[in-house]
């Protein structure tokens, strides 16, 4: 079985913070992906990466950077969090020939007071 | 550009009833279709997928949906519901440039 983990489930930060979310998957897959999720918006693409050291910007990227230096992890990071950034945020990871297939982590649910 | 609706918000539905959830894209080319469950606390599962063929798809946990092209609809279906069904459920369409699409969800209420 795919195993798709992040380090927190439940986050608190201050405004103002930098914050790091990190996820770590098993199965050698190529790509790697950041969702948000918000009640009544479903799933947003925060940025994505295809290889280590690449990286593309999803839909809604301000704010956000990312990192990945080894194929199996991929960090989430927010330079100043901000309380709109309050959200629960998915990792999930895909085969190279077969992105759509997308296998989730249990998500962090991220408080920014 | 590549979307996803999904017109209910909340649907409650009585234990061993049918269950259908309706989802509509919008896509220049062929789609691929997926549904996902978000159990209370957890991450995304993948119930069925459609890339081509068979326009009925079989999934997990006797979850089936049906492409229908001269809709753009992708419903998800199940004869009889359990009390375990009770979830969330989103439906995704590809974008075409290795991304996915998700509408913002339909949350199942089982009632005994």
């Known amino acids: 079985d795919v195993k798709v983990t992040q380090s927190s489930r439940y986050l608190v930060k201050r405004t103002g913070e930098k914050v790091f979310l990190e996820c770590v998957q098993d199965?050698?897959?190529?790509?790697m992906f950041w969702y948000r999720q918000d009640p009544g918006l479903g799933l947003r693409l925060i940025y994505f990466?295809?290889?280590?050291?690449?990286?593309e910007k999803g839909d809604i990227p301000e704010g956000y950077s990312v990192s990945r230096e080894k194929k199996e992890r991929f960090s989430l990071i927010l330079e100043s969090a901000s309380t709109n950034q309050t959200s629960m945020y998915l990792c999930?990871?895909?085969?190279?020939?077969?992105?759509?297939?997308?296998?989730f982590g249990p998500g962090t649910r991220l408080t920014v007071t | 550009a590549q979307s996803v609706t999904q017109p209910d918000i909340h649907i409650t539905v009585s234990e061993g009833a049918s269950l259908e959830l309706r989802c509509n894209y919008s896509?220049?080319?062929?789609?691929?279709l997926f549904w996902y469950v978000q159990s209370p606390g957890q991450g995304l599962q993948l119930l069925l997928k459609?890339?081509?063929?068979?326009?009925l798809v079989q999934g997990i946990k006797g979850f089936e949906a049906e492409f229908k092209r001269s809709q753009s609809s992708f419903n998800l279906r199940k004869p009889s519901v359990h009390w375990s069904d009770a979830a969330e459920y989103f439906c995704?369409?590809?974008?075409?440039?290795?991304?996915?699409?998700f509408g913002t969800g339909t949350r199942l209420l089982v009632s005994p």
């Open positions: 999930a990871s895909s085969r190279g020939d077969n992105a759509y297939e997308q296998y």
């Open positions: 459609y890339f081509s063929g068979d326009t």
């Open positions: 199965m050698d897959h190529e790509n």
């Open positions: 995704a369409v590809n974008t075409g440039f290795q991304k996915l699409v």
């Open positions: 896509y220049g080319a062929t789609p691929y």
């Open positions: 990466s295809y290889d280590v050291k690449m990286k």
